[in-house]
């Protein structure tokens, strides 16, 4: 079987109806990201931060995968599929894909402030006095502005075994998910779809300038053939 790699951001989900991660004034929700996706961020206010993911989360348990996240999970009729996500959705396991990375987290879960690997399930809202077994906050299991992305090496890994690169809803402009395009074996067939993708046709590279529901359709489509 062949391995495709997809690398999805946040236009995916865009289409679900998910806000992306910042409007074009760089404010998040009218917050600063920096007051609500940082360490120093929490350690300043702690409730604000909590009260945002559980908009946030709230959000996400009213939406649903779209065509983009179903077409995906088909493709694992025939291929090996890796899919690298810098969303915190769960949209695409809902749609049925089974190998997910999440580079940034996961907004249904929580972690300890103290312990790491200490990570749970969490559909519900989280407050400030909701601990872990020895008396520690929970906070959200993301990765914020300033903390080290944990699964970078996997996601690195699984990019060197490609065969076929998929680039769905993303800039590629932010870093380090931004390198993992250069991991991939030269000369692998790449497809970048986004509306305004930041890149340009190469001998390997396929730009489909369209939104990841229309394109991602057109892509498997052709794989099929």
């Known amino acids: 079987m062949k391995h495709i790699v997809v690398l999805t951001g946040a236009g995916i989900s865009a289409e679900s109806g998910i806000k992306t991660f910042r409007d074009a004034d760089g404010l998040w ?16 206010n702690p409730e604000l931060v909590l009260d945002f993911y559980n908009q946030r989360r709230k959000q996400l348990l009213e939406v649903h995968p779209n065509q983009a996240h179903l077409d995906l999970a088909t493709l694992e009729k025939n291929y090996q599929v890796s899919i690298i996500t810098q969303n915190v959705d769960d949209l695409h396991e809902r749609a049925g894909s089974t190998n997910v990375i999440h580079l940034h987290g996961e907004l249904l879960k929580a972690r300890s402030i103290f312990n790491k690997t200490d990570i749970q399930e969490w559909k519900t809202d989280m407050l400030l006095g909701d601990l872990d077994a020895k008396g520690h906050q929970m906070r959200p299991h993301i990765v914020w502005f300033g903390e080290a992305v944990p699964m970078m090496d996997k ?29 991939v074996p030269e000369n692998t067939a ?36």
């Open 155 to 183: 996601a690195v890994a699984i990019c060197e075994a490609a065969d076929i690169l998929m680039i769905i809803g993303t800039s590629m402009q932010v870093y380090p998910a931004a390198s993992l395009m250069d991991y």
């Open 190 to 225: 790449t497809y970048f779809i986004d509306p305004k993708p930041a890149i340009g046709n190469n001998k390997h590279l396929t730009v489909i300038a369209k939104p990841a529901t229309v394109g991602v359709n057109e892509v498997v489509n052709l794989l099929k053939a």
């Open 29 to 44: 929700e009218g917050h600063d990201v920096m007051e609500v996706a940082s360490p120093q961020g929490f350690l300043n």
